[in-house]
């Protein structure tokens, strides 16, 4: 069955419209028809719906059931993302979505080849957003992930410490995932997670970063790439923490 992301205003008793490009696709690309049924989530809700009107402007549908969305971790984990080149944080983007991160934020650090600010990241970010929005359908998240606006790294470590748990990656050592997240501990908590750029961290960096109690950790004995190592880092943290 179809399913399409909707905002909150757009739910009314027992109605919910889309509108925009959706209505466009729900009626033209998908050829739906009065009568056909869909699924429209928001807020970790999916409603199963009946379609009343359609058009290319906007499509009314009648709320038959709802159910709350199971897929959704039990933790709420937001990358840091130190800036790589936008191919490597296209895909960063679309696959930390699949496996469950609430938010991904860019950050600048000294080691980033790619530097843009955020006038020029604007359209970028639009960009990652997008892909955001359809790594989430199909991977059926109960939210969009939100790409955020390019941060300093101070900024970033001021973030990160709102955080229940905070952790940075490192390849030059620290201590291993396995001894710092616990089921028990981690569960409805948010952890920020800081992974860096095509040249990694410096160790001033570092340094100031265990300075600020933000535990950092090992990714193992082998040094991986800046795309590889967020996907890596999320899905253990996904797995340790009852999320897979």
Not at 49 to 69: A, F, G, R
Not at 194 to 200: A, K, Q
Not at 208 to 220: A, P
């Amino acid at each position: 069955m179809p399913r399409f992301f909707v905002n909150k205003n757009n739910i009314t008793e027992n109605r919910i419209t889309v509108d925009g490009g959706d209505a466009v696709h729900i009626g033209r690309s998908l050829r739906m028809k009065i009568g056909d049924e869909l699924i429209l989530c928001c807020d970790k809700t999916d409603y199963t719906t009946k379609i009343l009107t359609i058009s290319d402007k906007e499509v009314c549908c009648e709320i038959l059931s709802q159910s709350p969305i199971c897929s959704e971790p039990d933790i709420d984990l937001t990358l840091y993302q130190a800036v790589p080149k936008l191919d490597k944080l296209e895909f960063i983007t679309q696959k930390s979505v699949e496996l469950g991160v609430t938010e991904i934020v860019p950050v600048i650090t000294s080691r980033c080849i790619s530097r843009p600010d955020n006038k020029s990241f604007a359209k970028k970010k639009e960009r990652l957003n997008k892909i955001s929005l359809e790594a989430a359908k199909q991977s059926g998240r109960g939210i969009i992930p939100e790409v955020s606006d390019i941060i300093d790294f101070k900024t970033a470590v001021s973030k990160l410490k709102e955080h229940d748990f905070s952790y940075v990656c490192y390849e030059k050592g620290g201590i291993p995932f396995s001894s710092v997240i616990n089921i028990k501990d981690v569960k409805n908590k948010s952890i920020g997670l800081f992974i860096g750029s095509e040249g990694g961290f410096d160790k001033s960096e570092i340094d100031f970063l265990e300075d600020m109690n933000i535990k950092t950790i090992s990714m193992g004995k082998r040094i991986l790439r800046c795309e590889t190592a967020p996907i890596s880092a999320v899905s253990i943290i996904m797995a340790l923490s009852g999320n897979m």
